[in-house]
């Protein structure tokens, strides 16, 4: 009760403190309408949208349908054109129940939209809200939107939006033996680019078929840079609820690798860590409930022990976030975790290397390897990944 306690009253003083602490000067792409409403008309548009593609306090749909664009389907990654589904749930095609526009899930099976969705499309309009990590797989639909539209010859217009964890590069490099959804193409777990620097990548490093007949433009984010902070206005996905979450997933989603919860199922998902098997390890614990976003959460109804790790934004970001004056993810608490967990046989599972873009990262957690020493480990993949995206580059 008492870390409840401290956690709420970090968090009340964190929000007093954000417009300060936040660059509000900051707009995504998608609100410079006049840049991009001359490309849009007389023309059939595919929207790549979810509930973060939003214009002030309207949404990007709305606001094309008020401006008589003819707006011909909207297309949805995972968690659904609300952004409410669970990560991993399948999500099926409807219909739109305000505009009856045919909504198409770009998830489960039916991952890369096929020549049939995009027959009566003239342009794809890519706008989702990212988070800057590897494994949230917004930036697996953007590539496979780009190889569609390059394939079936539509124009690919680009929305771009700042990137919350843009201001660092860490992380092993994605080895491409473990390639997945959740990770498509050799970048580290944190790769310090928007959308649009990602999708200049890809053309660029001629990482999709046919890239160099893709006809693709940027509408580019205005007082954006790398080194300012950006307030998500909305959660980009139902367990990233606030700012606190997403500085702290990069580090915490490894442990969706492991027999260990991230929260999922309570008030602070990927701000805390805990498991069963930590019991007289910890003393804080939590009890994971099925909900919204969050259904049938591993260890629903059961206590698991951990801690806290990000007590607010603010928090996180100053004392957390930086070693040595530089942003980097933080291994500390996966290999404590591990370190005291009496089943060490099933503390991984089929995931982890797939998440960690490498089955180097397992093999140094199990032999005990130190954290300085795996950081070391990836240095060389990492400074070889940052000369090619300084190519790439759009803001400052």
């Known amino acids: 009760m008492k870390q409840l306690l401290l956690i709420y009253c970090i968090s009340l003083c964190s929000n007093l403190l954000a417009q300060s602490f936040y660059d509000t000067s900051i707009k995504p792409g998608d609100t410079q309408i006049n840049e991009y409403l001359p490309i849009l008309e007389g023309k059939r548009v595919g929207l790549i949208i979810n509930q973060s593609s939003v214009i002030g306090d309207s949404s990007l749909l709305d606001m094309l349908i008020n401006r008589n664009i003819h707006i011909q389907k909207i297309f949805v990654p995972e968690h659904g ?5 669970d990560a991993g749930a399948l999500i099926n095609a409807g219909t739109d129940s305000a505009t009856g526009l045919q909504v ?40 496979y939107c780009m190889q569609a539209c390059s394939e079936q010859h539509k124009k690919f217009l680009l929305l771009d939006r700042p990137n919350p964890n843009g201001f660092y590069v860490d992380g092993p490099v994605l080895e491409m033996e473990n390639r997945s959804f959740v990770g498509r193409q ?28 893709l006809d693709m433009e940027i509408i580019k984010c205005i007082n954006y840079a790398h080194n300012k902070r950006y307030k998500l206005p909305i959660a980009p996905s139902p367990n990233l609820k606030d700012m606190a979450a997403v500085y702290a997933y990069p580090s915490l989603c490894l442990f969706e690798g492991t027999a260990t919860s991230v929260g ?102 199990t032999n005990g390897i130190s954290e300085q020493a795996i950081r070391k480990s990836w240095q060389e993949k990492l400074d070889e990944f940052k000369k090619i995206r300084r190519k790439y580059l759009l803001y400052q």
């Not at 099976?109 to 989702?128: C, F, T």
């Not at 944190?190 to 990548?201: C, K």
């Not at 967990?341 to 960690?356: A, Y």
């Open 264 to 365: 999922r199922g309570t008030d602070l998902p990927f701000r805390q860590y805990g498991s069963p098997a930590l019991e007289g390890h910890f003393d804080y614990y939590f009890v994971p409930a099925s909900r919204e976003g969050a259904k049938k959460p591993s260890y629903e109804g059961t206590k698991c022990f951990g801690e806290v790790v990000a007590y607010s934004d603010s928090q996180f970001y100053r004392h957390v976030l930086f070693h040595d004056a530089e942003a980097s993810l933080c291994l500390k608490w996966l290999i404590n975790s591990y370190q005291e967990c009496p089943d060490k046989t099933n503390f991984f599972n089929d995931m982890f290397d797939k998440l960690g873009g490498s089955k180097t990262l397992k093999q140094q957690i």
């Open 81 to 85: 054109f609300r952004g409410k589904d």
């Open 186 to 213: 050799p970048i580290p777990i944190v790769y310090g680019m928007t959308a649009g620097e990602y999708a200049r990548m890809l053309v660029g490093e001629h990482w999709i078929d046919s890239a160099g007949i």
């Open 104 to 143: 198409i899930s770009l998830y489960g099976a039916h991952k890369k939209p096929q020549a049939d969705d995009l027959r009566d499309i003239d342009i794809m309009v890519y706008d989702l809200q990212d988070v800057g990590v590897r494994f949230y797989t917004y930036i697996s639909t953007l590539e």
